[in-house]
């Protein structure tokens, strides 16, 4: 497919239709918008807006989450509309974080990442004690605390085993790198997350062979496109394999509850 082509069917199918797991999606006029059945942050992933109406769309939000008692995060994509959508929330009080791409990559059985080795030490996780050392692992590469995705992981593992798979590289039993997928419901997609590894053990091609295992889990479950959004360092071992750049992604985290 063309990159026209592979973007359309992912505004559609993971931004306009997406659901997730723990969620309650609202879609309105302008927004689409996840509200957390866990007491966690929502996110709005899709909007139609125009200069005319933006700032007040936002704002309605911005009171619509206080109200709930959550904070939320809005998921700006370079094509969005109007142009200077990001920079108005900003001016609203939403803090930016760092710009990724939104990279993707259709696979059949002639791709070539499927056939690159993995190693041996290479496991799927599933049990509440490993997704324990994988938080802990982003702990210390992150130097932040990750034990509400901890928790999130644990939960959606429990409720839909089918959705979501865990993966780690062990050396001599220790984990030293980590990544995990989600099956998009009612989607052709399969979405890549983590790939953390510690800074000693870099070097060794293992964010390569967790898209292997990855990979390979997708096709042998009927998932043909993978998608990711890679910060810098990520992006350059993901065109190696094949992902193409669709678009860039900016995620806005909401005001304080507090602020007025």
Known sequence: ?????????????LRVQANALGYKRIETNHVVKHISEHNEAGFILASNLDGTNAR???????DYFKELGQRFEW?????D????????LIEEGFEAEEREALMVLEIT????LLYKPVPLHLVEISGREGIGEIISLLDEIWNESHAELGERLWRDKQNDTDSLFLYGIYEDDHLVSAAWMYFEMNSSFASLWGGATRTNYRGKGYYTSLLTARAKKALEKG?????????????????????????????LQSPALGSE
């Open 81 to 88: 509309k109007p142009d200077n959508l990001m920079e108005i």
């Open 75 to 79: 998921k700006v994509y370079s094509y």
């Open 223 to 251: 998932y043909g496109v993978l998608t990711v959004d890679a910060r810098p360092m990520s992006r350059p071992i993901l065109e190696k394999d094949g992902f193409v750049c669709l678009a860039y992604t900016y995620g």
């Open 56 to 62: 007040k769309v936002i704002r309605d939000q911005v």
């Open 109 to 112: 059985e002639n791709t070539a």
């Open 1 to 13: 497919m063309s990159k026209n082509t592979l973007l359309d069917i992912f505004h559609k199918e």
